[in-house]
Protein backbone atom coordinates (compact mmCIF):
# COMPACT_ATOMS: atom_id res chain seq x y z
CA UNK A 1 0.00 0.00 0.00
CA UNK A 2 1.46 3.13 -1.06
CA UNK A 3 0.31 6.99 -1.07
CA UNK A 4 0.52 9.25 -4.24
CA UNK A 5 0.43 12.81 -4.61
CA UNK A 6 0.02 14.32 -7.89
CA UNK A 7 2.32 17.11 -9.45
CA UNK A 8 0.16 19.91 -8.48
CA UNK A 9 -0.64 18.61 -5.01
CA UNK A 10 -4.40 18.49 -5.69
CA UNK A 11 -5.09 14.82 -5.19
CA UNK A 12 -3.81 11.64 -2.64
CA UNK A 13 -4.04 8.66 -3.79
CA UNK A 14 -3.85 5.16 -1.51
CA UNK A 15 -3.20 2.58 -3.92
CA UNK A 16 -2.92 -1.31 -3.01
CA UNK A 17 -0.09 -1.82 -5.77
CA UNK A 18 3.09 -0.13 -6.88
CA UNK A 19 1.19 1.50 -9.92
CA UNK A 20 0.59 4.55 -8.34
CA UNK A 21 -3.53 3.31 -8.32
CA UNK A 22 -3.10 2.41 -12.41
CA UNK A 23 -6.18 -0.37 -12.89
CA UNK A 24 -3.80 -1.49 -15.34
CA UNK A 25 -0.91 -2.69 -13.04
CA UNK A 26 -3.22 -5.05 -11.79
CA UNK A 27 -3.77 -2.90 -8.52
CA UNK A 28 -6.63 -0.83 -7.39
CA UNK A 29 -7.41 2.57 -5.49
CA UNK A 30 -8.17 1.63 -2.05
CA UNK A 31 -8.74 5.51 -1.51
CA UNK A 32 -8.63 8.83 -3.31
CA UNK A 33 -8.54 12.74 -1.74
CA UNK A 34 -9.21 15.72 -4.13
CA UNK A 35 -7.61 18.97 -2.81
CA UNK A 36 -10.42 21.49 -3.68
CA UNK A 37 -9.47 24.11 -5.87
CA UNK A 38 -9.37 27.15 -2.92
CA UNK A 39 -6.34 27.92 -1.36
CA UNK A 40 -5.25 25.38 1.68
CA UNK A 41 -2.07 25.88 3.75
CA UNK A 42 1.07 23.91 3.60
CA UNK A 43 0.37 23.30 7.33
CA UNK A 44 -3.09 22.07 6.89
CA UNK A 45 -1.49 19.39 4.39
CA UNK A 46 1.03 18.65 6.90
CA UNK A 47 -1.74 17.83 9.51
CA UNK A 48 -4.08 15.57 6.71
CA UNK A 49 -0.97 13.64 6.12
CA UNK A 50 0.03 12.59 9.54
CA UNK A 51 -3.25 11.93 10.53
CA UNK A 52 -3.27 9.43 7.53
CA UNK A 53 0.15 8.21 8.76
CA UNK A 54 -1.08 7.14 12.30
CA UNK A 55 -4.32 5.96 10.74
CA UNK A 56 -2.75 3.01 8.37
CA UNK A 57 -0.90 1.62 10.68
CA UNK A 58 -3.36 0.62 12.78
CA UNK A 59 -6.11 -0.36 10.31
CA UNK A 60 -3.31 -3.06 9.02
CA UNK A 61 -3.16 -4.18 13.05
CA UNK A 62 -6.36 -4.47 13.15
CA UNK A 63 -6.87 -6.81 9.43
CA UNK A 64 -3.65 -9.08 10.71
CA UNK A 65 -5.24 -9.38 14.09
CA UNK A 66 -8.67 -10.98 12.37
CA UNK A 67 -6.42 -13.00 10.06
CA UNK A 68 -4.90 -14.70 12.71
CA UNK A 69 -7.43 -15.18 15.09
CA UNK A 70 -9.73 -16.48 11.98
CA UNK A 71 -12.85 -15.18 12.13
CA UNK A 72 -14.63 -16.71 9.02
CA UNK A 73 -17.22 -14.20 9.62
CA UNK A 74 -14.62 -11.48 9.02
CA UNK A 75 -12.72 -13.15 6.55
CA UNK A 76 -14.23 -11.07 3.23
CA UNK A 77 -15.34 -7.33 3.33
CA UNK A 78 -17.74 -5.52 1.52
CA UNK A 79 -15.94 -2.17 0.60
CA UNK A 80 -18.98 -0.50 -0.33
CA UNK A 81 -20.54 -0.99 2.94
CA UNK A 82 -18.54 0.36 5.41
CA UNK A 83 -14.60 1.68 5.42
CA UNK A 84 -12.02 -0.38 6.09
CA UNK A 85 -11.47 1.09 9.64
CA UNK A 86 -15.03 0.24 10.72
CA UNK A 87 -15.15 -3.09 9.03
CA UNK A 88 -12.44 -3.89 10.93
CA UNK A 89 -13.03 -2.50 14.57
CA UNK A 90 -16.61 -4.38 14.26
CA UNK A 91 -15.04 -7.31 13.86
CA UNK A 92 -12.26 -7.39 16.66
CA UNK A 93 -15.06 -6.28 19.37
CA UNK A 94 -17.21 -8.97 17.68
CA UNK A 95 -14.73 -11.34 19.07
CA UNK A 96 -15.06 -10.71 22.50
CA UNK A 97 -19.00 -10.03 22.49
CA UNK A 98 -18.90 -13.83 21.50
CA UNK A 99 -16.24 -15.19 24.07
CA UNK A 100 -18.47 -13.09 26.46
CA UNK A 101 -21.88 -14.90 25.59
CA UNK A 102 -20.24 -18.20 25.74
CA UNK A 103 -19.31 -17.72 29.53
CA UNK A 104 -22.83 -16.40 30.10
CA UNK A 105 -23.93 -19.27 28.48
CA UNK A 106 -22.03 -21.36 30.23
CA UNK A 107 -22.92 -19.67 33.73
CA UNK A 108 -26.57 -20.11 32.91
CA UNK A 109 -26.49 -23.76 32.38
CA UNK A 110 -24.45 -23.84 36.13
CA UNK A 111 -27.02 -22.24 37.48
CA UNK A 112 -29.59 -24.90 35.86
CA UNK A 113 -27.99 -27.82 37.37
CA UNK A 114 -27.26 -26.36 40.38
CA UNK A 115 -30.41 -28.07 41.90
CA UNK A 116 -30.05 -30.92 40.07
CA UNK A 117 -28.48 -34.22 40.88
CA UNK A 118 -25.90 -35.80 38.83
CA UNK A 119 -26.98 -38.91 37.21
CA UNK A 120 -25.69 -42.30 38.08
CA UNK A 121 -24.96 -43.31 34.18
CA UNK A 122 -22.47 -40.26 34.07
CA UNK A 123 -18.83 -41.75 34.72
CA UNK A 124 -16.75 -39.07 36.72
CA UNK A 125 -13.50 -38.62 36.07
CA UNK A 126 -10.73 -38.79 39.00
CA UNK A 127 -8.57 -36.01 37.64
CA UNK A 128 -8.47 -33.18 35.13
CA UNK A 129 -6.67 -35.37 32.83
CA UNK A 130 -8.77 -38.03 32.76
CA UNK A 131 -12.08 -35.08 32.68
CA UNK A 132 -9.46 -33.96 29.50
CA UNK A 133 -9.21 -37.32 27.80
CA UNK A 134 -13.11 -38.11 28.39
CA UNK A 135 -14.23 -34.64 26.74
CA UNK A 136 -12.12 -35.39 23.27
CA UNK A 137 -13.21 -38.93 23.56
CA UNK A 138 -17.52 -38.72 24.14
CA UNK A 139 -19.23 -35.75 22.54
CA UNK A 140 -21.22 -34.92 25.95
CA UNK A 141 -23.35 -31.81 25.84
CA UNK A 142 -22.90 -28.46 27.95
CA UNK A 143 -25.20 -29.67 30.77
CA UNK A 144 -23.86 -33.20 30.66
CA UNK A 145 -20.22 -31.81 31.04
CA UNK A 146 -21.67 -29.08 33.88
CA UNK A 147 -22.83 -32.07 35.72
CA UNK A 148 -19.62 -33.94 35.33
CA UNK A 149 -18.07 -30.46 36.94
CA UNK A 150 -20.33 -30.82 39.56
CA UNK A 151 -19.98 -34.86 39.89
CA UNK A 152 -16.54 -33.66 40.66
CA UNK A 153 -16.57 -30.78 42.84
CA UNK A 154 -19.14 -32.59 45.54
CA UNK A 155 -17.30 -36.07 45.50
CA UNK A 156 -14.16 -33.53 46.44
CA UNK A 157 -16.03 -31.70 48.71
CA UNK A 158 -17.40 -34.88 50.46
CA UNK A 159 -13.42 -36.35 50.59
CA UNK A 160 -11.84 -32.76 52.40
CA UNK A 161 -14.85 -33.38 55.00
CA UNK A 162 -14.30 -37.17 55.70
CA UNK A 163 -10.02 -36.05 55.48
CA UNK A 164 -10.77 -33.55 58.26
CA UNK A 165 -13.10 -35.83 60.13
CA UNK A 166 -10.61 -38.31 60.47
CA UNK A 167 -7.50 -36.05 61.07
CA UNK A 168 -9.46 -34.45 64.14
CA UNK A 169 -10.35 -37.95 64.99
CA UNK A 170 -6.88 -39.26 64.87
CA UNK A 171 -5.60 -36.32 66.88
CA UNK A 172 -8.37 -36.48 69.56
CA UNK A 173 -6.91 -40.27 70.18
CA UNK A 174 -3.53 -39.05 70.17
CA UNK A 175 -4.52 -36.09 72.60
CA UNK A 176 -6.71 -38.50 74.94
CA UNK A 177 -4.83 -41.28 75.23
CA UNK A 178 -1.55 -42.26 77.41
CA UNK A 179 1.27 -42.02 76.75
CA UNK A 180 3.35 -44.94 77.57
CA UNK A 181 5.56 -43.78 79.60
CA UNK A 182 3.08 -41.92 81.61
CA UNK A 183 1.17 -45.31 81.96
CA UNK A 184 4.46 -47.10 83.31
CA UNK A 185 5.16 -44.44 85.84
CA UNK A 186 1.13 -44.22 87.38
CA UNK A 187 1.81 -48.37 87.90
CA UNK A 188 5.27 -48.10 89.10
CA UNK A 189 3.86 -45.55 91.63
CA UNK A 190 0.93 -47.44 92.56
CA UNK A 191 3.40 -50.53 93.25
CA UNK A 192 5.45 -48.79 95.14
CA UNK A 193 2.32 -47.19 97.28
CA UNK A 194 1.03 -51.07 97.80
CA UNK A 195 4.54 -52.30 98.97
CA UNK A 196 6.61 -48.97 100.71
CA UNK A 197 3.99 -48.13 103.79
CA UNK A 198 6.37 -44.89 104.37
CA UNK A 199 4.54 -43.73 100.68
CA UNK A 200 1.01 -44.69 102.15
CA UNK A 201 1.46 -41.86 104.96
CA UNK A 202 -1.50 -39.82 105.10
CA UNK A 203 -0.74 -36.51 103.74
CA UNK A 204 -0.82 -33.64 104.63
CA UNK A 205 0.46 -34.62 108.24
CA UNK A 206 -2.50 -33.88 111.13
CA UNK A 207 -0.82 -31.21 112.21
CA UNK A 208 -0.73 -29.64 108.89
CA UNK A 209 -4.13 -30.13 108.28
CA UNK A 210 -6.06 -26.91 109.86
CA UNK A 211 -3.56 -24.96 107.43
CA UNK A 212 -5.50 -25.70 104.34
CA UNK A 213 -8.34 -23.42 105.82
CA UNK A 214 -5.92 -20.88 107.03
CA UNK A 215 -6.72 -17.55 105.00
CA UNK A 216 -3.57 -15.94 106.13
CA UNK A 217 -1.71 -19.10 103.76
CA UNK A 218 -1.22 -18.70 99.98
CA UNK A 219 -3.55 -21.48 98.87
CA UNK A 220 -3.32 -22.90 95.43
CA UNK A 221 -5.71 -25.21 93.71
CA UNK A 222 -4.69 -27.76 91.29
CA UNK A 223 -6.80 -29.46 88.76
CA UNK A 224 -5.15 -32.82 87.22
CA UNK A 225 -5.72 -36.69 86.79
CA UNK A 226 -1.98 -36.58 85.38
CA UNK A 227 0.52 -36.91 87.87
CA UNK A 228 3.46 -36.22 85.59
CA UNK A 229 1.62 -32.63 84.46
CA UNK A 230 1.26 -32.43 88.22
CA UNK A 231 4.70 -32.86 89.38
CA UNK A 232 5.49 -30.03 86.62
CA UNK A 233 3.00 -27.25 87.78
CA UNK A 234 3.84 -27.67 91.58
CA UNK A 235 7.67 -27.98 90.72
CA UNK A 236 7.56 -24.73 88.91
CA UNK A 237 5.02 -23.07 91.23
CA UNK A 238 7.91 -23.74 93.97
CA UNK A 239 10.91 -21.95 92.05
CA UNK A 240 9.19 -19.31 90.57
CA UNK A 241 6.68 -18.27 93.51
CA UNK A 242 7.87 -16.35 97.33
CA UNK A 243 4.51 -17.49 98.83
CA UNK A 244 3.86 -14.44 100.99
CA UNK A 245 0.58 -14.32 103.31
CA UNK A 246 -2.25 -13.05 101.52
CA UNK A 247 -5.86 -14.10 101.11
CA UNK A 248 -6.77 -15.30 97.26
CA UNK A 249 -6.51 -18.53 95.44
CA UNK A 250 -4.99 -18.80 92.59
CA UNK A 251 -6.43 -21.57 89.78
CA UNK A 252 -3.81 -23.37 88.04
CA UNK A 253 -4.59 -26.12 84.71
CA UNK A 254 -2.27 -29.31 84.80
CA UNK A 255 -0.77 -27.99 81.77
CA UNK A 256 0.65 -24.63 82.49
CA UNK A 257 3.98 -23.93 83.62
CA UNK A 258 4.86 -21.18 85.89
CA UNK A 259 7.30 -19.02 84.96
CA UNK A 260 7.86 -16.18 87.48
CA UNK A 261 6.97 -15.21 90.80
CA UNK A 262 3.06 -15.16 91.50
CA UNK A 263 3.07 -13.25 94.43
CA UNK A 264 2.11 -9.62 92.59
CA UNK A 265 -1.58 -11.63 91.47
CA UNK A 266 -2.20 -11.46 95.51
CA UNK A 267 -1.93 -7.58 95.18
CA UNK A 268 -4.34 -6.64 92.32
CA UNK A 269 -7.38 -4.69 93.37
CA UNK A 270 -10.09 -7.08 91.62
CA UNK A 271 -12.97 -3.95 92.13
CA UNK A 272 -15.22 -6.29 94.34
CA UNK A 273 -14.95 -8.68 91.11
CA UNK A 274 -14.51 -12.96 91.93
CA UNK A 275 -12.70 -13.67 89.10
CA UNK A 276 -9.08 -12.24 87.67
CA UNK A 277 -8.01 -13.48 84.10
CA UNK A 278 -6.96 -12.75 81.00
CA UNK A 279 -9.34 -11.48 78.41
CA UNK A 280 -8.95 -13.55 75.03
CA UNK A 281 -10.73 -11.39 72.16
CA UNK A 282 -7.59 -9.16 72.02
CA UNK A 283 -4.04 -9.18 71.22
CA UNK A 284 -1.50 -10.12 69.13
CA UNK A 285 -2.19 -13.32 67.95
CA UNK A 286 -4.93 -12.70 66.28
CA UNK A 287 -6.19 -16.63 66.42
CA UNK A 288 -5.39 -17.23 69.89
CA UNK A 289 -6.41 -14.12 71.20
CA UNK A 290 -9.65 -13.57 69.19
CA UNK A 291 -12.33 -15.48 70.91
CA UNK A 292 -15.72 -13.61 71.66
CA UNK A 293 -18.79 -15.58 72.88
CA UNK A 294 -19.74 -16.14 69.49
CA UNK A 295 -17.17 -18.94 69.24
CA UNK A 296 -18.17 -20.56 72.01
CA UNK A 297 -22.31 -20.50 71.95
CA UNK A 298 -24.63 -21.89 69.06
CA UNK A 299 -26.61 -18.75 68.69
CA UNK A 300 -29.40 -20.51 66.54
CA UNK A 301 -30.51 -21.65 69.97
CA UNK A 302 -33.31 -19.28 70.81
CA UNK A 303 -32.19 -19.14 74.84
CA UNK A 304 -28.54 -18.71 74.02
CA UNK A 305 -29.56 -15.85 71.41
CA UNK A 306 -31.78 -14.28 73.84
CA UNK A 307 -29.67 -14.14 76.89
CA UNK A 308 -26.19 -13.57 76.18
CA UNK A 309 -24.08 -11.19 73.49
CA UNK A 310 -22.50 -12.88 70.61
CA UNK A 311 -19.95 -9.98 70.29
CA UNK A 312 -18.80 -10.34 74.17
CA UNK A 313 -14.96 -10.83 75.18
CA UNK A 314 -14.43 -14.35 76.26
CA UNK A 315 -11.80 -15.03 79.11
CA UNK A 316 -9.71 -17.99 80.30
CA UNK A 317 -9.56 -20.30 81.92
CA UNK A 318 -6.26 -22.15 83.36
CA UNK A 319 -4.43 -19.67 85.50
CA UNK A 320 -7.16 -17.54 87.22
CA UNK A 321 -7.37 -15.25 90.78
CA UNK A 322 -10.34 -15.73 92.58
CA UNK A 323 -11.82 -13.82 95.55
CA UNK A 324 -13.58 -16.12 97.57
CA UNK A 325 -14.85 -13.54 99.57
CA UNK A 326 -16.81 -11.72 97.04
CA UNK A 327 -17.68 -15.23 95.52
CA UNK A 328 -20.00 -16.23 98.66
CA UNK A 329 -22.22 -13.05 97.74
CA UNK A 330 -22.99 -14.10 94.42
CA UNK A 331 -24.95 -16.99 92.95
CA UNK A 332 -22.14 -18.09 90.69
CA UNK A 333 -22.53 -21.76 91.19
CA UNK A 334 -26.18 -21.80 91.30
CA UNK A 335 -26.27 -20.21 87.65
CA UNK A 336 -23.52 -22.48 86.58
CA UNK A 337 -25.65 -25.57 87.57
CA UNK A 338 -28.80 -24.17 86.28
CA UNK A 339 -27.13 -23.86 82.11
CA UNK A 340 -25.72 -27.18 83.02
CA UNK A 341 -29.11 -28.77 83.16
CA UNK A 342 -30.58 -26.52 80.60
CA UNK A 343 -27.54 -27.86 78.44
CA UNK A 344 -28.71 -31.20 79.03
CA UNK A 345 -32.43 -30.71 78.03
CA UNK A 346 -31.61 -29.44 74.79
CA UNK A 347 -29.48 -32.71 74.12
CA UNK A 348 -25.49 -30.66 74.31
CA UNK A 349 -26.82 -28.08 71.80
CA UNK A 350 -26.11 -24.82 73.72
CA UNK A 351 -22.48 -24.60 73.25
CA UNK A 352 -19.07 -26.48 72.43
CA UNK A 353 -17.61 -29.52 74.62
CA UNK A 354 -15.82 -28.14 77.50
CA UNK A 355 -15.59 -26.11 80.92
CA UNK A 356 -15.28 -22.73 79.87
CA UNK A 357 -18.26 -22.23 77.93
CA UNK A 358 -21.08 -22.88 80.92
CA UNK A 359 -18.04 -20.95 82.88
CA UNK A 360 -18.37 -18.11 80.94
CA UNK A 361 -22.23 -17.54 81.64
CA UNK A 362 -21.98 -18.20 85.58
CA UNK A 363 -19.52 -15.83 85.95
CA UNK A 364 -21.09 -12.73 83.59
CA UNK A 365 -20.54 -9.77 85.22
CA UNK A 366 -18.06 -11.14 87.65
CA UNK A 367 -14.91 -10.97 85.88
CA UNK A 368 -11.47 -8.44 86.12
CA UNK A 369 -9.17 -7.96 82.91
CA UNK A 370 -5.67 -8.66 83.97
CA UNK A 371 -2.60 -8.13 81.98
CA UNK A 372 -2.37 -10.72 79.11
CA UNK A 373 1.21 -11.52 80.32
CA UNK A 374 0.32 -12.78 83.05
CA UNK A 375 -1.50 -15.64 81.20
CA UNK A 376 -0.12 -16.96 78.02
CA UNK A 377 -2.55 -19.40 75.87
CA UNK A 378 -2.35 -21.25 72.71
CA UNK A 379 0.72 -23.87 73.04
CA UNK A 380 -0.93 -26.58 72.60
CA UNK A 381 -2.54 -25.45 69.53
CA UNK A 382 -0.62 -22.30 67.82
CA UNK A 383 2.26 -24.06 66.38
CA UNK A 384 3.52 -20.34 65.29
CA UNK A 385 3.26 -18.90 69.13
CA UNK A 386 6.15 -16.33 69.72
CA UNK A 387 9.01 -17.39 71.58
CA UNK A 388 10.20 -14.12 72.82
CA UNK A 389 6.57 -13.79 74.42
CA UNK A 390 6.91 -17.36 75.53
CA UNK A 391 9.59 -16.42 77.70
CA UNK A 392 8.57 -12.90 78.69
CA UNK A 393 5.14 -14.69 80.00
CA UNK A 394 4.35 -15.75 83.51
CA UNK A 395 2.29 -18.37 83.31
CA UNK A 396 2.25 -20.16 80.00
CA UNK A 397 -0.75 -22.52 79.15
CA UNK A 398 -0.49 -25.55 76.53
CA UNK A 399 -4.38 -25.63 76.23
CA UNK A 400 -4.83 -26.92 73.01
CA UNK A 401 -4.49 -31.04 72.05
CA UNK A 402 -0.53 -30.84 71.33
CA UNK A 403 -0.09 -31.27 74.79
CA UNK A 404 4.24 -31.09 75.89
CA UNK A 405 4.21 -34.64 76.99
CA UNK A 406 2.41 -36.07 74.04
CA UNK A 407 4.19 -36.98 71.21
CA UNK A 408 2.19 -34.64 69.03
CA UNK A 409 3.15 -31.96 71.14
CA UNK A 410 5.59 -28.91 69.42
CA UNK A 411 8.93 -29.50 69.62
CA UNK A 412 10.08 -25.81 69.61
CA UNK A 413 7.68 -25.48 72.85
CA UNK A 414 8.01 -28.51 74.38
CA UNK A 415 11.57 -27.72 76.30
CA UNK A 416 9.56 -25.34 78.40
CA UNK A 417 7.88 -27.74 80.21
CA UNK A 418 10.56 -30.54 79.69
CA UNK A 419 13.04 -28.03 82.02
CA UNK A 420 10.54 -29.05 85.32
CA UNK A 421 10.60 -32.40 84.86
CA UNK A 422 12.88 -34.40 87.35
CA UNK A 423 14.52 -36.94 84.82
CA UNK A 424 16.79 -37.78 87.70
CA UNK A 425 13.89 -39.15 89.64
CA UNK A 426 14.33 -43.48 89.24
CA UNK A 427 10.41 -43.08 88.02
CA UNK A 428 10.55 -41.33 85.76
CA UNK A 429 14.64 -42.59 84.44
CA UNK A 430 13.15 -46.13 84.29
CA UNK A 431 10.10 -45.61 82.32
CA UNK A 432 11.32 -43.38 80.00
CA UNK A 433 9.52 -40.15 79.91
CA UNK A 434 9.86 -38.45 76.60
CA UNK A 435 12.98 -41.07 75.51
Known amino acids: MQL????SMRSITISSSSNGGNSNGGGGDLMKIKVSPRHISYRTLFHTILTLAFLLPFVFILTAHVTLEGVNKCSSFDWGSFSLFFKMLHCVVGIASVDWRVVKDFVKILNQVNSEKVPDRLKLPMSFSQLVTEMKNNKYSTKEF?????????????????SKFAELMNKHFAATAIPKGIHCLSLRLTDEYSSNAHARKQLPSPELLPLLSDNSYHHFVLATDNILAAAVVVTSAVQSSLFPYLEKVVFLDDDVVIQRDLSPLWEIDLNEKVNGA??????????????RFRNYFNF??????????????????????????????????????????????????????????????????????????????????????????????????????????????????????TKYVNYSNDFIRNCHILE
Open 146 to 162: ALILKGMLERSEREIRE
Open 4 to 7: HFSP
Open 278 to 291: VETCKGEDEWVMSK
Open 300 to 417: SHPLIAKNLNAEECAWAYGMNIFDLGAWRKTNIRDTYHSWLKENLKSNLTLWKLGTLPPALIAFKGYVHPIDPSWHMLGLGYQQNTNIENVKKAAVIHYNGQSKPWLEIGFEHLRSFW
